[in-house]
């Protein structure tokens, strides 16, 4: 019998990520176990005279690794980056690439250097998907999700709900941004840029460090496909819209506090069933309180809460996928990252802000992520074996 569409399971498999940490997910995650971060100081006038804290790939490092891969043709940085994080997923399932198998690109600003290059159609992100759709072998036409810092969560969330429609069998997510100066100028006339590494939920926090990245994730109704030995389906998602401001949050995260609601009452979850967070973070003032006054709403503020802004900065619209991939490799582990910078609370209400690795049996996560323009996005992923328990 088939299942109702709203019913059809849809799982997540396969992650991989490119990051100044690592051009691959095991480099990452390794990296996060020995301790280290992706930030550092960085000394580039045409970003900025002075030296300054920021998440940038070495480009000598991502050529050398994107020259083993056989694609013919020019692609810019981020292209390089989203073929990268790509590889894994068309090898595997290059049998089915076809016209059941979407993909959906997630990113604010896309190719951004195209501006400066006298070069404005390649800077149009429907050229940048489509030219990679190609490159791969997707036939199907290619989805652009640009919806400030919850695109790469939302992503996901929509490719379960157009595969629960029947419209594919599977897709593919991948998403990436870049440190531009677009950005960075941007963030720093809001003076929101920290002068130090980020510190998300602490007392003496003072702004974001930016960042830059690729990452991907395969979505998909049929677990027999799966072959990794964990692999999560996911059970509930919302988006809401606060229509607070442009850029500020609402003071009672009435948008985020709904998200994590309907996610909940959509997965049949209750609070304690939750094992971690893994929260946005941006270690701004506002952001972080929000967080906070929605945790508390939702009575989720017990519950083991990261951010891994302060190891590879916010990397706007690859964030919400980078941080999902991430997340889901340590709950593998049984493992919660941890969440950096983190020593004195900094918010008015309590949250569990986990601030080293935590060995936890872990069967449910949450990832949440809020943006500009009152955007929202939670999603619960649990945790599945090969063995179908």
């Given amino acids: 019998m088939n299942l109702p569409q709203n019913n059809i399971p849809v799982y997540v498999a396969n992650g991989n990520c490119v990051t100044p940490m690592g051009l691959n997910l095991l480099d990452n995650v390794q990296g996060i176990l020995d301790g280290r971060t992706a930030i550092e100081q960085v000394k580039d006038e045409h970003l900025q005279k002075e030296p300054f804290y920021g998440a940038v790939i070495n480009k000598d490092w991502l050529e050398k690794a994107y020259s083993k891969l056989e694609y013919s043709g020019d692609f810019s940085t981020l292209e390089k980056m989203m073929l990268l994080a790509l590889d894994d ?9 076809d016209d059941k198998c979407g993909i959906i690109f997630s990113s604010t600003k896309g190719n951004i250097e195209a501006l400066t290059q006298d070069n404005k159609e390649a800077y149009f992100l429907h050229y940048l998907a489509k030219k990679i759709s190609k490159a791969i072998g997707i036939p199907s036409e290619p989805i652009v999700l640009s919806n400030a810092c919850v695109s790469g969560i939302m992503a996901i969330s929509v490719a379960k709900r157009l595969i629960q429609t029947g419209i594919y069998n599977h897709m593919i997510v991948v998403g990436g941004d870049l440190f531009s100066k677009f950005v960075f100028s941007g963030f720093q006339s809001f003076q929101a840029i920290s002068s130090q590494p980020c510190k998300p939920y602490d007392k003496a926090r003072d702004g974001i460090t930016l960042g830059e990245a690729a990452a991907s994730i395969f979505v998909t109704q049929n677990r027999d496909l799966i072959s990794s030995e964990s692999y999560y389906e996911v059970i509930g998602d919302s988006s809401i819209n606060d229509a607070n401001h442009i850029s500020g949050p609402s003071r009672t995260g009435e948008g985020l506090f709904q998200s994590i609601r309907n996610a909940m009452q959509e997965a049949k979850v209750k609070s ?33 809460v990261f951010s891994l802004k302060a190891i590879y900065g916010h990397t706007l619209g690859a964030a919400g996928l980078l941080e999902t991939v991430i997340s889901l490799n340590f709950a593998d582990k049984n493992l919660i990252p941890p969440s950096l910078g983190y020593k004195d609370h900094g918010l008015t209400l309590p949250l569990n802000i986990n601030n080293e690795i935590q060995k936890k049996e872990i069967n449910t996560v949450l990832k949440t992520a809020s943006g500009f323009g009152g955007s929202n996005t939670a999603v619960l992923f649990k945790k599945c074996k090969s063995d179908g328990k």
Avoid: W
């Fill in 89 to 97: 997923i068309v090898k595997t399932y290059s049998d089915h690439l």
């Fill in 272 to 304: 304690p069933e939750i094992d971690c967070i893994s929260s946005h973070g941006t270690a701004t003032n506002f952001n972080d309180e929000m967080e906070a006054q929605a945790f508390n709403r939702v009575a989720i503020e017990t519950i083991p």
